[in-house]
């Protein structure tokens, strides 16, 4: 798989050394299409940066690295208990519904 990765700074604004947001995504194959999409794997903001739509501007970036590389469609996962991220993407996307499960190795 190719393994992309981006920061996108508001307002150059730094936490210290720390960039006050981090994301990282892929580029992820839909073998029923025959597509692919762009995989979200984390996204954060640093603290005292949330409330300044910085999540809705990465999204909205990744909305254009999408359309411009041919994907269909950007996917990512969140903990249910991270309410804060979940009114956010339930305002902007739709829940596939889908329960995450993972099995682990001895």
Known sequence: ??????AYEIHERLVGSE???RD????????????YICFLDDL???????GQKIAQKLISHL??????NN??????????????AKK????????TGFELY???GD
């Open 24 to 35: 990282s995504y892929r580029t992820m194959p839909r073998p029923i299409k025959g597509q």
């Open 102 to 104: 993972e099995l682990k």
């Open 88 to 95: 956010l993407y339930d305002k902007i996307a739709n829940n």
């Open 19 to 21: 960039m006050c947001i």
């Open 1 to 6: 798989f190719f393994k992309q990765k981006t």
């Open 71 to 84: 994907w269909d469609g950007i996917r990512w996962i969140t903990h249910s208990s991270n309410e804060n």
């Open 44 to 50: 954060f903001v640093e603290p005292d940066f949330r």
């Open 63 to 68: 909305k254009l690295l999408s359309k411009a």
